[in-house]
């Protein structure tokens, strides 16, 4: 029901734009979020949008660098990755929990309801 796209390998202080398209599920009665678990590393939180769009949150690490959104319109959730560094090499993952919080609300891989399959993104320095 989630479909994440758009990883690949660039460089440092490249950019790069994941999508998540959302299936089967009532698209604006959940919450969204993206994760990421680097090599020998926990998933961890990346940034979070609450179901209307206009409340997001963002992990400190990619903060001023991502830009989180999503498009009622294609059921699709975006992640702007931009200034890329090496460090954040990792497999990301889209996650969605019903809910009409903010976003900071959705920070917990336990509460997501639901998860898709992950993409690469490889940074090189």
């Known amino acids: 029901q989630l479909q994440a796209s758009g990883g690949g390998m660039v460089q440092a202080g490249d950019s790069l734009r994941l999508s998540c398209a959302v299936s089967?599920?009532?698209?604006?009665?959940?919450?969204l979020a993206w994760f990421r678990r680097a090599p020998g590393k926990e998933r961890e939180f990346v940034a979070a949008?609450?179901?209307?769009?206009?409340?997001?949150h963002y992990a400190d690490s990619v903060k001023g660098r991502f830009i989180i959104s999503r498009d009622k319109a294609k059921n699709t959730m975006y992640l702007e990755l931009g200034s890329l560094k090496p460090e954040d090499t990792a497999v990301y993952s889209c996650?969605?929990?019903?809910?009409?919080?903010?976003?900071?609300?959705?920070?917990?891989?336990?509460?997501?309801?639901?998860w898709g399959k992950g993409t690469q993104v490889t940074v090189s320095s």
């Open positions: 089967g599920v009532y698209f604006s009665e959940y919450a």
């Open positions: 949008i609450n179901w209307s769009g206009r409340s997001t």
């Open positions: 996650a969605a929990q019903r809910g009409l919080g903010e976003a900071y609300y959705y920070t917990g891989l336990a509460g997501m309801d639901y």
